[in-house]
């Protein structure tokens, strides 16, 4: 064989070992590369299906209108249609997997969050400056946060 | 002919050669096996991310700086406590100039406590200001991603779907990503010590929900939607038919894929 080549024995072994550090890495690739490396690009397709698989917090406005399409429906046909139930009420996929979980009330935090006067807000929100507004009692007193239009 | 070849090393390259053969369809058994494992029981069945565009753009004139969309991006992300923050909204503040200056603009102040994620107080000096704004910021959705640029390991891509995601089994923590960003989008998470950024809640849409900021948004600041499967009436497309927009730092080449209504040019 090495007649065969005519190379020069030490050549010849440097050659082997070129073979062999080759083969090692071929295989050592073939199975440390992923399945899925490669499948939408130069990473690992599995980790799109991983990060889709996440658990929710929370559930989405759809979820609330499956058991409280009344209040979703009052809620869509006011002027906070645009707000979600969510967003006032606190993540709710725990509530809507199990009923008994219940939700916290909104506090009055909620309200003033949006509605205190800031003057970075836009001009066309409406907004309040708390301390000259009143102070005596609780928002919905005089407003319903569902139908903000209509008094109780 | 004399062969040089001796006993020895003969059976040496039979016995090398059985095991080849026999190697062969073990490989693929365990590669199998392997591939087998790795798959997620809890992903989003028959979901393509062939078949879908996402993207989110934002109206500023219509953010009211109440930090619902931060507070919920953190719990639904399970974002580490602290200042680490996907999605956050800065308050911009530009003074009036000072008397004399012959400018049209004072200087611009931003600030974002705990980033905007209980709201925002009565600002500083309130008789200063000559306009106040609130811009929510999250990843801009780079076409040219500078952060999947840097990444040495191929942790961070850009999705088929339009989401920059992070792979958290493939990223080292180098931060690399995170000095490359430059709309300062990517932290390093205490917890696994890995990059983490936002993901448009891609559990959330690859389910056809929307992401938690804009599910929670109370006035429709954020805007999202999937570019291929919309119809005209859709709101992503309403918004780009009805605002003239801008994406931050142009002058990068980063081709953000998030638009901007209605912002400032001081606006970073």
Same mark, same amino acid.
């Given at each position: 064989?090495?007649?065969?080549?005519?190379?020069?024995?030490?050549?010849?072994?440097?050659?082997?070992?070129?073979?062999?550090?080759?083969?090692?890495?071929?295989?050592?690739?073939?199975?440390?590369?992923?399945?899925?490396?490669?499948?939408?690009?130069?990473?690992?397709?599995?980790?799109?299906?991983?990060?889709?698989?996440?658990?929710?917090?929370?559930?989405?406005?759809?979820?609330?209108?499956?058991?409280?399409?009344?209040?979703?429906?009052?809620?869509?046909?006011? $002027?906070?249609?645009?707000?979600?139930?969510?967003?006032?009420?606190? !993540?709710?996929?725990?509530?809507?997997?199990?009923?008994?979980?219940?939700?916290?009330?909104?506090?009055?935090?909620?309200?003033?969050?949006?509605?205190?006067?800031?003057?970075?807000?836009?001009?066309?929100?409406?907004?309040?400056?708390?301390?000259?507004?009143? *102070?005596?009692?609780?928002?919905?007193?005089?407003?319903?946060?569902?139908?903000?239009?209509?008094?109780? | 002919?004399?062969?040089?070849?001796?006993?020895?090393?003969?059976? $040496?390259?039979?016995? !090398?050669?059985?095991?080849?053969?026999?190697?062969?369809?073990?490989?693929? *058994?365990?590669?199998?096996?392997?591939?087998?494992?790795?798959?997620?029981?809890?992903?989003?069945?028959?979901?393509?991310?062939?078949?879908?565009?996402?993207?989110?753009?934002?109206?500023?004139?219509?953010?009211?700086?109440?930090?619902?969309?931060?507070?919920?991006?953190?719990?639904?992300?399970?974002?580490?406590?602290?200042?680490?923050?996907?999605?956050?909204?800065?308050?911009?503040?530009?003074?009036?100039?000072?008397?004399?200056?012959?400018? !049209?603009?004072?200087?611009?102040?931003?600030?974002?406590?705990?980033?905007?994620?209980?709201?925002?107080?009565?600002?500083?000096?309130?008789?200063?200001?000559?306009?106040?704004?609130?811009?929510?910021?999250?990843?801009?959705?780079?076409?040219?991603?500078?952060?999947?640029?840097?990444?040495?390991? &191929?942790?961070?891509?850009?999705?088929?779907?339009?989401?920059?995601?992070?792979?958290?089994?493939?990223?080292?923590?180098?931060?690399?990503?995170?000095?490359?960003?430059?709309?300062?989008?990517?932290?390093?998470?205490? !917890?696994?010590?890995?990059?983490?950024?936002?993901?448009?809640?891609?559990?959330?849409? *690859?389910?056809?929900?929307?992401?938690?900021?804009?599910?929670?948004?109370?006035?429709?600041?954020?805007?999202?939607?999937?570019?291929?499967?919309?119809?005209?009436?859709?709101?992503?497309?309403?918004?780009?038919?009805?605002?003239?927009?801008?994406?931050?730092?142009?002058?990068?080449?980063?081709?953000?894929?998030?638009?901007?209504? &209605?912002?400032?040019?001081?606006?970073?």
């Amino acid at each position: 064989m090495r007649s065969f080549f005519k190379m020069p024995p030490q050549v010849f072994r440097l050659f082997l070992l070129a073979v062999g550090i080759v083969v090692t890495y071929l295989t050592a690739r073939y199975f440390l590369t992923p399945p899925s490396f490669g499948q939408y690009g130069w990473y690992r397709g599995e980790a799109l299906a991983e990060a889709s698989a996440r658990e929710r917090v929370y559930a989405g406005r759809k979820a609330c209108d499956e058991c409280h399409s009344d209040e979703y429906k009052k809620l869509a046909e006011h $002027g906070h249609k645009t707000l979600s139930c969510e967003g006032c009420h606190g !993540a709710a996929q725990a509530h809507a997997d199990n009923p008994d979980v219940k939700l916290e009330k909104p506090q009055f935090s909620v309200c003033v969050r949006c509605h205190e006067a800031n003057p970075s807000r836009p001009k066309w929100h409406k907004q309040i400056v708390v301390k000259n507004h009143y *102070t005596v009692s609780k928002c919905t007193e005089c407003h319903v946060p569902h139908m903000p239009e209509e008094a109780p | 002919m004399k062969s040089n070849v001796s006993r020895r090393s003969m059976i $040496g390259r039979v016995g !090398a050669a059985l095991a080849g053969l026999l190697a062969a369809p073990a490989a693929r *058994t365990v590669r199998a096996a392997v591939s087998k494992g790795l798959v997620s029981p809890g992903a989003a069945q028959g979901y393509d991310p062939l078949q879908h565009k996402w993207v989110m753009a934002i109206d500023v004139n219509r953010c009211i700086g109440c930090g619902f969309c931060v507070e919920a991006c953190k719990t639904e992300n399970r974002v580490p406590s602290g200042p680490y923050y996907r999605t956050w909204v800065e308050r911009y503040i530009i003074t009036r100039p000072d008397p004399g200056a012959g400018t !049209a603009r004072g200087e611009t102040l931003v600030d974002s406590p705990d980033g905007g994620m209980r709201g925002f107080g009565e600002p500083a000096a309130p008789e200063r200001i000559q306009h106040s704004f609130f811009v929510p910021k999250l990843c801009n959705l780079c076409k040219h991603s500078p952060c999947v640029q840097a990444c040495p390991v &191929g942790a961070t891509f850009d999705a088929p779907d339009g989401a920059v995601l992070i792979d958290p089994k493939y990223c080292i923590g180098c931060g690399f990503c995170i000095q490359a960003c430059p709309y300062g989008c990517r932290f390093l998470s205490p !917890a696994t010590h890995t990059a983490e950024k936002c993901s448009l809640c891609y559990h959330r849409i *690859t389910r056809g929900l929307k992401p938690a900021c804009v599910e929670v948004c109370p006035t429709q600041a954020r805007v999202f939607g999937d570019l291929q499967n919309s119809a005209a009436e859709d709101p992503i497309r309403q918004f780009y038919q009805n605002n003239r927009v801008q994406a931050l730092k142009p002058h990068l080449g980063t081709d953000p894929r998030l638009f901007y209504a &209605g912002i400032d040019k001081e606006v970073r």
